[in-house]
């Protein structure tokens, strides 16, 4: 009877790490990402209108040429295009969502490695494997109605067509 609670919790133990490599790490990299990502358009946005300001206040009527004129016009127009993107692709909001779904695997694995050692026989393995499978689809689906909510199908632009 030991030899079966075995193989069960060797199969159970590879199946957590499954879970673990392959949806809490995905979060993990997907949230760092969208993090980066974010932090930077926000850099750019915040420092593009400092910078303009510096560059045109050091410029006098001899330094100001067309590179200069053109320079002037570029800067803040780079930090209201990182602006845009950030509301645009919502990367605050997916960033936010990515985090969610990485504390949920997290605390999934966890808890699975925590219920593994209560285990005593196939039943007992067997339960614990239907709830860890239940609930990575819990999450999976959450994360999915979620995301699909945030961006909807209009997602870069709607235009209403006026019928008359």
């Known amino acids: 009877m ?15 790490k499954e ?3 392959n949806y809490e790490i ?3 990299k997907t949230c ?8 930077s358009l926000q850099l750019i946005s915040l420092l593009s209108g400092f910078l303009t300001s510096i560059f045109i206040a050091y410029q006098d009527k001899d330094s100001w040429t067309e590179t ?7 800067i803040p127009l780079f930090g209201s295009l990182a602006g845009t993107l ?5 990367i605050f909001e997916t960033w936010k969502l990515r985090e969610e779904g990485r504390i949920s695997f997290q605390n999934l694995v966890n808890y699975s490695n ?6 005593k026989s196939q039943d007992d393995f067997q339960k614990l494997f239907e709830e860890i499978t239940l609930k990575t689809n819990e999450i999976e689906n959450e994360q999915s109605n979620k995301f699909f ?4 199908s209009n997602f870069i632009a709607s235009f209403a067509l006026d019928k008359k």
């Open 149 to 152: 909510a945030l961006y909807g």
């Open 26 to 28: 995905w979060y993990a």
């Open 32 to 39: 760092r990402l969208n993090y980066r990502i974010w932090y």
């Open 114 to 119: 925590s219920q593994l050692l209560k285990c």
């Open 2 to 16: 030991t030899e079966p609670v075995s193989n069960d919790s060797a199969s159970l133990k590879v199946f957590i």
């Open 68 to 74: 200069t004129r053109l320079i002037s016009v570029l």
């Open 86 to 90: 950030i509301l645009q692709f919502k």
């Open 19 to 21: 879970i673990h490599k």
